[in-house]
């Protein structure tokens, strides 16, 4: 099968694009509907939210229709409508829509948000002798019933009280018993006649082996936009990811002219020393343009100019007179240049050159000086807000010193001395924690790191570095730049460099700079890591109820602990990244050697019950069931042969006087027949009789038997991740996956950020809450999105229940790395037709999980969740629309004006001397229209 290429998919037509329309406006009808023999909900949601859908599932060429998606062999024979979400089927190889079951309380409730999955009630896939037994030992289902006893009290908290009226008691126990009596003795004995008559097999059996969990197999085809070898990544990007990063000269540095005697600036080159060809010594002025707001450039440039000359008298007057004088100095107003075109041959302009060598400049330096317009807390914190500052001053940790613009008092006037632990009270403001959320200062970390009173490892400092550049990227100093400088400001404290890529947005920067740098698989952990809810969202959504999204926030908080209270450097990955994708929306990277295990959300599987024979009860519980199923296909079988011998007996011989001293046609003698009909035949309905009585006697214990034999269950034998919507007590969760209830189910101990609230105190396990509203609580109380739903994923394999929160139902489960002895997985939903796994969770698993599930190839992951992606990139595209019409509008008006402007003195003057003319609209009626079309397109 050929490979599939976007790029020679041909536009669709309009036909088609209204087909596709009309099939996504069906899709969120909220009618019922039946698919693979079930009866399921489609979603429903507002016009305007539909509008909002269709923006978001436009391709690149703002085309919609339907899409191919490129499976792990290769073939893309499968197009399909992309409208609601999609899960990989396993078993036909191609992406099928998903249907998640729900809880009542969950179809009773109002849906807020909108919803992308079709929904149907939950049911299991019980064995039929199983709820036939169930239903002959507890018709009503009383809790005092289930046939087991009542967990022990551990003592961890409230038990729920059971008083109940003393004649309430008795009068259902015998209503019990009667209709359990009746039950068994009309019904029980259809249990021994379908195992007897093999109509089913049993569902217990002896063999306790597990078996594995369904495999999951993906593959991402497609070319990352960076990687770490430099064959891995697009054919368009054959260039390396990085270079030694090695000490370079500013090119060029600010001098008094020989002639003139004015500051100028000059090419390094020319500064030389034509003996020695060493570079003169300088200092290097530190500012922000915040603190100079409303000054132009030339005045400005007046200002650090008389700075620069101050300084440079003070040095030289408290020089060693063994030493040069200093007669230069560094500001970027004159040593950055303004060129931002590339040279042929070269890499980068000659503006990124001289700002990625800003670390360079501060490390040649004599000294460096801050300059403030004055000695206030707001402009030391306005100068350490931006993103440029803070590495020049952890370079320049010994030789740093501050100084004013202007000032009356002349002790100002004088340079002041500062350490980095002095700067650190008063140039940065200290971090801020809330009520759940304890965030790191990294600055601290920085400072006490370069000042050598503690030790970062490379991984630490990398993860401080971003985490403060995040932060200080959002502050007032950012104009002229873009957020991805914050990677090249970051660049500077790091060994390696990168080279600059116009078209990387924030995370693709850094992660490149991750990917060459020795920062010990940062990005590894960082897809394992699981970061608070952004408390204040972005600006860029309507609804403040949604999560932020983007990759600001995720850097922002890189280097504190996550939800589950673990740092990055306490992750350790199990699997590799290999590149870095090329997707504007969202931060996505490749990942290779991840281990999969898909989860079902359609129903609950049929699941193999496996009971060792042992013991007396055991085998009594098997002896009765096959005994009595061994009677009644005795019994059947007797009946049958009395048939046969009825049959023969009626057409086997002749009549009295035909058959007087002679033999039948068949060689039965008078003798012989009249035997069969006065003692053979009736023998075999006595036996029968017989066999039939003691086989119902017998299926009376059958029910008691067969819970017996399926109450139990090895852990294990049965391994699947199946999911539904909303939570569910574990008494009705137990009996809708089995049919009874025997304790087989607990909640995991500290696998989701919900399990830290209901722990046992005795046993590595959780408590079920007695409050059914408790889940709802906890999820506000945490502090999570109103966008963000309840759902319950249930391993059976260990027989564990956990209760995550999500915005969309993940579909597959990806092991990527392990903490705190535990798994750390993560939990992703999909969209076929850019084959990308969307991070929705993160949960932490038993460590045995890894050796039964499946190896990955290489898997495109995004590390924000699918409904942020969506509102970023609707966001976005709704922005570049409006501007588009704007655009529009006023090329429009200019055509207007143009056509009311007179085109020479004459008619100038005549039209001034003429009568006004009428008041002309602005836009004619074909001008509408091209701003509608454009509207439309």
């Not at 078996?211 to 054919?235: C, F, G, R």
């Not at 343009?289 to 030339?298: C, W």
């Not at 370079?395 to 340079?415: G, H, M, Q, V």
């Amino acid at each position: 099968m050929a490979p599939f290429f976007p790029f020679r998919r041909k536009k669709p037509s309009v036909v088609e694009i209204e087909e596709a329309e009309e099939n996504l406006r069906h899709r969120y009808n909220g009618h019922r509907h039946w698919a693979s023999g079930k009866r399921f909900q489609r979603p429903f949601i507002s016009p305007e939210s539909l509008t909002e859908r269709r923006l978001e599932l436009e391709d690149p060429k703002h085309s919609y229709g339907k899409q191919s998606y490129l499976n792990p062999n290769r073939e893309n024979d499968h197009k399909k409508y992309i409208d609601l979400d999609t899960y990989y089927s396993t078993n036909k190889s191609f992406p099928r829509r998903l249907i998640v079951q729900a809880t009542p309380e969950v179809y009773a409730e109002t849906d807020n948000y909108p919803r992308h999955w079709g929904r149907s009630r939950i049911h299991g896939k019980v064995p039929f002798i199983i709820s036939l037994s169930e239903l002959c030992l507890n018709p009503f289902g009383f809790r005092r019933y289930e046939g087991v006893p009542d967990e022990e009290d551990d003592g961890d908290g409230p038990r729920q009280a059971r008083k109940e009226n003393r004649i309430l008691t008795i009068l259902k126990g015998l209503l019990h018993w009667i209709t359990s009596t009746a039950l068994t003795l009309s019904l029980a004995w259809i249990i021994q006649l379908m195992i007897s008559v093999e109509i089913v097999t049993s569902p217990w059996n002896d063999d306790g082996s597990a078996e594995p969990y369904e495999e999951y197999q993906n593959v991402h085809w497609y070319w990352p936009k960076h990687a770490i070898n430099v064959l891995d990544q697009s054919p368009a990007n054959n260039h390396p990811q990085s270079t030694v990063a090695k000490l370079t000269v500013p090119r060029s540095l600010v001098v008094r002219d020989e002639v003139s005697g004015a500051w100028v600036s000059k090419n390094t080159k020319d500064l030389r020393d034509k003996k020695t060809g060493m570079l003169p010594s300088y200092i290097f002025l530190s500012f922000s343009r915040a603190n100079f707001v409303g000054t132009d450039e030339v005045k400005l440039r007046e200002i650090l100019y008389s700075v620069a000359e101050r300084m440079l008298e003070h040095e030289n007057v408290h020089r060693d007179p063994q030493t040069p004088s200093l007669e230069a100095f560094w500001v970027d107003v004159d040593c950055v240049s303004g060129i931002t075109d590339i040279p042929a041959g070269a890499n980068e302009s000659p503006k990124t050159q001289d700002v990625n060598s800003i670390c360079d400049a501060v490390r040649c330096a004599h000294r460096v000086y801050i300059v403030l317009p004055s000695d206030s807390v707001s402009a030391r914190q306005t100068w350490g807000s931006r993103i440029w500052t803070l590495p020049e001053v952890l370079l320049a940790a010994n030789k740093t010193r501050y100084c004013f613009t202007e000032s009356t008092d002349i002790d100002l006037l004088a340079p002041h001395d500062v350490s980095l632990n002095d700067m650190y009270e008063s140039f940065w403001k200290p971090p801020t924690n809330d009520e759940q959320v304890e965030h790191e200062d990294a600055i601290g970390h920085l400072i006490s790191h370069y000042t050598n009173t503690i030790k970062l490892s490379e991984l630490q400092l990398f993860t401080f570095a971003v985490q403060v550049m995040a932060k200080l990227s959002q502050g007032r100093d950012v104009e002229g730049y873009t957020t991805r400088d914050m990677a090249y400001a970051a660049m500077g404290l790091l060994s390696y460099r990168i080279t600059p890529c116009d078209d990387d947005n924030t995370f693709q920067a850094i992660a490149r700079l991750s990917l060459v740098n020795d920062s010990n698989q940062l990005l590894e952990r960082l897809v394992c890591l699981w970061p608070n809810p952004e408390k204040n969202p972005r600006p860029l959504q309507a609804q403040q109820d949604y999560a932020s999204a983007g990759s600001e926030t995720l850097l922002c908080n890189i280097a504190d602990r996550d939800q589950y209270l673990t740092h990055l450097w306490d992750i350790h990955p199990i699997c590799d990244v290999v590149g870095i994708g090329d997707d504007s929306y969202e931060p996505t990277i490749i990942m290779d050697r991840c281990k999969g295990i898909p989860i079902r959300w359609k129903d609950f599987p049929r699941l193999r019950y496996a009971k060792e024979i042992k013991g007396l009860g055991a085998t009594a519980s098997q002896s009765i069931v096959y005994f009595g199923a061994w009677a009644l296909a005795t019994g059947f079988g007797l009946f049958s042969t009395a048939m046969a011998l009825a049959v023969a007996l009626s057409t086997g011989g002749k009549t009295g006087e035909q058959a007087s001293n002679t033999e039948a046609n068949d060689g039965f003698t008078n003798a012989q027949l009249e035997n069969l009909r006065t003692e053979i035949i009736p023998n075999y309905l006595v036996a029968i009789g017989i066999f039939f009585a003691l086989a119902w006697i017998i299926s009376w214990f059958a029910p008691w038997a067969v819970r017996q034999l399926c109450n139990e269950g090895t852990k294990g034998t049965s391994s699947h991740l199946v999911g539904f919507e909303g939570t569910m007590s574990l008494h009705d969760l137990e009996k809708a996956m089995y049919g009874n209830y025997n304790h087989r189910l607990l909640y995991a101990a500290s696998s989701t950020v919900f399990s830290g609230t209901m722990p046992k105190s005795n046993i590595r396990v959780g408590r079920e809450p007695l409050d059914p509203g408790h889940w709802k609580k906890e999820m506000k109380r945490l502090g999570f999105p109103g966008s963000y739903r309840l759902f319950t994923i249930v391993d059976t394999g260990s027989m564990t229940v956990s209760v995550i929160a999500a915005e969309r139902p993940p579909v597959v489960a990806l092991i990527c790395g392990r903490e705190g002895g535990m798994l750390r997985v993560l939990l992703c939903s999909w969209r076929f037709e850019r084959n990308c796994l969307y991070r929705e969770c993160v949960v932490r698993m038993r460590s045995s999980l890894e050796e039964q599930a499946t190896y990955n190839d290489w898997l495109k992951i995004s590390l924000a969740s699918q409904g942020d992606v969506a509102r970023t990139r609707v966001s976005h595209l709704q922005y570049l629309r409006q501007k588009q019409i704007d655009e529009e509008k006023a090329r429009l008006n200019e055509e207007k004006v143009r056509q009311r402007k007179p085109v020479s003195e004459e008619s100038t003057s005549s039209t001034l001397k003429g009568p006004p003319s009428p008041r002309v609209s602005l836009f004619s009626a074909g001008d509408q229209e091209r701003l509608d079309r454009v509207a439309r397109q």
